[in-house]
């Protein structure tokens, strides 16, 4: 199995991180392949809205650090996306990772059965927050999820905590780090 972890947080080996290494270190106990990038690392422009990936490509037609990623993921079984909330989102890194995803879409995406241009995959999508209250932002997973979907994700999983982050507590706890490493057996296992 291959596995790709993106990481959006520019705070490198912090809480979404940390969970996120968890989740890689299991798989790859598991005998899958792990890449693993670090977003903030990379130079990278967002989506640009020109459709050359619906009219002339089957790619996305910017050539930059983030068309490595890309290829990555159009090979990966499991991808795994892991972001803190920032001002009630993803972070800006992640956030511009998802909208160049727009290129995996076939131009006739909205009503085509088949939308993408990527095969079936699994997702784990890892979220840490500093507020406490699970009410809060609880938005941001469904709202990504159908964009997902319809690149061909099948089975996206959450795993969420709330109430750390650099304003409050800044360490996962280690029921957290255990349930990501629980997921990481059951789907890549």
């Given at each position: 199995?291959?596995?790709?972890?993106?990481?959006?947080?520019?705070?490198?080996?912090?809480?979404?991180?940390?969970?996120?290494?968890?989740?890689?270190?299991?798989?790859?106990?598991?005998?899958?392949?792990?890449?693993?990038?670090?977003?903030?690392?990379?130079?990278?422009?967002?989506?640009?809205?020109?459709?050359?990936?619906?009219?002339?490509?089957?790619?996305?037609?910017?050539?930059?650090?983030?068309?490595?990623?890309?290829?990555?993921?159009?090979?990966?079984?499991?991808?795994?996306?892991?972001?803190?909330?920032?001002?009630?989102?993803?972070?800006?890194?992640?956030?511009?990772?998802?909208?160049?995803?727009?290129?995996?879409?076939?131009?006739?995406?909205?009503?085509?059965?088949?939308?993408?241009?990527?095969?079936?995959?699994?997702?784990?999508?890892?979220?840490?927050?500093?507020?406490?209250?699970?009410?809060?932002?609880a938005d941001i997973f469904p709202r990504y999820e159908t964009f997902l979907k319809w690149m061909g994700f099948t089975e996206c999983r959450l795993l969420r905590i709330c109430?750390?982050?650099?304003?409050?507590?800044?360490?996962?706890?280690?029921?957290?780090?255990?349930?990501?490493?629980?997921?990481?057996?059951?789907?890549?296992?």
């Amino acid at each position: 199995m291959n596995v790709v972890a993106l990481l959006g947080s520019p705070r490198p080996g912090k809480n979404s991180a940390t969970i996120a290494r968890h989740f890689v270190d299991a798989a790859a106990q598991r005998g899958a392949v792990v890449r693993t990038f670090e977003l903030n690392r990379l130079n990278y422009r967002g989506c640009q809205g020109c459709y050359a990936c619906k009219q002339t490509l089957d790619r996305c037609v910017l050539q930059d650090d983030l068309t490595e990623v890309l290829a990555a993921v159009q090979s990966a079984d499991l991808v795994l996306l892991a972001s803190p909330v920032y001002y009630g989102d993803v972070t800006a890194q992640l956030k511009g990772f998802i909208d160049r995803t727009f290129s995996y879409l076939v131009p006739d995406y909205p009503t085509n059965p088949q939308p993408s241009r990527l095969g079936p995959k699994k997702l784990v999508f890892v979220l840490t927050q500093g507020h406490p209250d699970e009410a809060l932002f609880a938005d941001i997973f469904p709202r990504y999820e159908t964009f997902l979907k319809w690149m061909g994700f099948t089975e996206c999983r959450l795993l969420r905590i709330c109430g750390i982050g650099p304003a409050r507590v800044d360490e996962v706890p280690e029921a957290t780090l255990r349930e990501a490493e629980a997921l990481a057996r059951e789907m890549a296992g």
